[in-house]
């Protein structure tokens, strides 16, 4: 039996088995493997109906107006903004992606950043692997508390909603700023994201990324939260003005920042790495073995459903 044609964006080598997989069940045409993109893509790709990708590496206009066979794309990963949502919807082109499987493995992360910013876990491990640890105990500055403090949310999505539950676990009291004001949720709404991170100890990025989201943490966000205050993110790093970042940590008007992703990904500040009162990690959230496989699994399942009836299982809402 001849294999389905399907056309994947860039490797998956960030999940456990997803290009193995692809290629065992489709006649992959390997995207990234072509130096030049719009030729292979006119002579090889023509006939293409599903496309296959992940949340940073998308799908713009240019690639769906290149496609003019594609019904589906089925994306690894939960982030959508990377792909041109309103050029897919124009041709009928259906989007899947993957939630709630990476949901807990996310908030986990965003705790682990918050306890390591608040409690200076990077710097001391950098002081052991340094050898700098004598014998006074407590040599690194004094952290900070973090059960039963004040924690905000930025987003109170599927994610923002799984940090906050956790929240409940740390005795903490839990306020978010959302784009509307939830009715089904025991925590404070805060409809200014300044009086929210006025208010908040540990202010925690989990809304979703794109151009409406972009730099809504803003000096005057940053500054608001203050020089005792950790900001934490674990959604998309335009979402914070990093430049304003730097600024407010250099200047001591933020107490730190808690990061797993940056702005311009992978690039990194030199400043942030330099500064004492940073944690910084490579886009990790949803980086464990089981969620990446989990993730997989529906992407898989997505590209199946079209073939098989048409349409995917988890269209992005
Ligand atoms: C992925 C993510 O690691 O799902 C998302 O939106 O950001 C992460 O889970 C990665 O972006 C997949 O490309």
């Known amino acids: 039996m001849t294999k389905p ?16 997989r692809l290629a065992d069940t489709y006649d992959v045409f390997e995207l990234w ?24 590496m998308g799908a713009n206009a240019e690639l769906i107006d290149a496609l003019p066979s594609l019904k ?3 994306s690894w990963g ?9 050029a897919a919807r124009e041709r009928g082109v259906q989007v899947s992606n993957t939630p709630d499987v990476l949901t807990d493995c996310v908030a986990d992360l965003a705790w682990g950043l918050m306890i390591a910013g608040a409690r200076r876990m990077s ?8 050898g700098k640890w004598g014998q006074v105990h407590g040599s690194i500055p004094l952290g900070t508390r973090v059960s039963g403090k004040k924690l905000g949310i930025i987003g109170l999505g599927r994610i923002g909603e799984a940090i906050a539950r956790r929240g409940q676990g740390f005795d903490m ?10 009715d089904d ?14 208010w908040s100890d540990f202010l925690v990025v989990a809304t979703v990324g794109g151009p409406g989201t972009r730099h809504l943490v803003d000096q005057q966000v940053i500054e ?11 959604a998309r790093g335009p979402v914070i003005d990093e430049a304003a970042l730097v600024a407010a940590l250099q200047a001591g008007k933020l107490g730190g920042a808690a990061l797993d992703v940056f702005e311009h990904e992978p690039k990194v500040p030199d400043a942030l790495k330099q500064h004492d009162d940073t944690v910084l990690l490579p886009h990790i959230g949803s980086a464990t073995y089981e969620t990446r496989l989990a993730m997989e699994n529906l992407m898989l399942d997505n590209v199946k459903a079209y073939f098989e009836t048409g349409k995917v299982i988890t269209p992005v809402e």
């Open 5 to 20: 044609r399907i056309l994947q964006v860039g490797s998956l080598a960030g999940s456990p088995s997803a290009n193995a």
């Open 33 to 56: 493997k072509h130096e030049d993109r719009a030729r292979a893509l006119a002579e090889h790709a023509q006939d293409i109906t599903v496309l296959v990708t992940s949340a940073n």
């Open 72 to 74: 589906a794309i089925c």
């Open 78 to 86: 939960v982030g959508f903004e990377t792909i041109a949502l309103d």
């Open 123 to 130: 710097l001391g491990d950098r002081f052991v692997r340094e």
């Open 173 to 182: 009291e839990v306020r978010y700023h959302n784009r509307r004001q939830r």
């Open 185 to 198: 949720v025991p925590y404070g709404y805060e409809a200014s994201l300044v009086e929210l991170a006025r």
């Open 224 to 234: 608001a939260l203050g020089p005792k205050g950790l900001i934490v993110n674990i």
